[in-house]
């Protein structure tokens, strides 16, 4: 089995069972965050599981979670999903766009694969604070293309003369 790097600084499991269930999602959130970028080449949700103690279906729930807000970026290979970390180069708050539902945010990430443009869909959580509800990674190759592409579904299918 691959060894993988884990924080100093876990929860022995009697803690962790003695945390309230928001307490334990608060945590296992950050605490793979942590695993991920101590494992930059990857890591699959067998090798957490088979060195923590949280199960293997929270494991993949928190992750697959990650990825859909592009906070961690997800390859499958063959019947295995590889998770790995992305790491923020420059968080863009100038060109943030409010809307009515949601607060749409940009970043600049990197990962193993490349550099991308990270586009997340946020709300405001109970605290008040803006929360990641969803996102999508946009390969930097390709980034003009979608962008083309996105422009001629606005002049096509959004445009309101149009559509009368």
């Known amino acids: 089995m691959l ?6 600084n876990m929860l022995e499991k009697e803690q ?13 959130h950050n605490l793979l965050k942590e695993i991920l970028e101590l494992n930059p080449k990857g890591i699959t949700v067998s ?6 103690y949280i199960g293997r279906s929270t494991i993949w729930h928190h992750l697959e979670i990650s990825a859909s ?12 999903e ?18 009515e539902l949601y607060t749409y945010s940009f970043s600049l990430v990197k990962n193993q694969y490349g550099k991308f443009v990270n586009i997340q869909a946020k709300q405001e959580d109970r605290t008040g604070n803006l929360a990641a509800h969803s996102g999508v990674l946009l390969g930097s190759k390709f980034f003009v293309d979608i962008v083309n592409s996105l ?3 606005k002049d096509n299918h959004l445009n309101e003369d149009k559509q009368k």
């Open 3 to 8: 060894k993988i790097n884990l924080p100093q």
């Open 47 to 52: 090798q957490i599981h088979k060195t923590i």
């Open 82 to 99: 590889v998770y790995y970390p992305n790491e923020v180069i420059t968080a863009l708050k100038e060109l943030e766009v409010k809307g």
């Open 151 to 153: 422009a001629k579904i």
């Open 16 to 28: 962790y069972l003695a945390l309230s269930s928001a307490q334990k999602g608060e945590y296992i």
């Open 69 to 80: 807000k592009g906070t961690c970026f997800k390859m499958d290979r063959g019947d295995t």
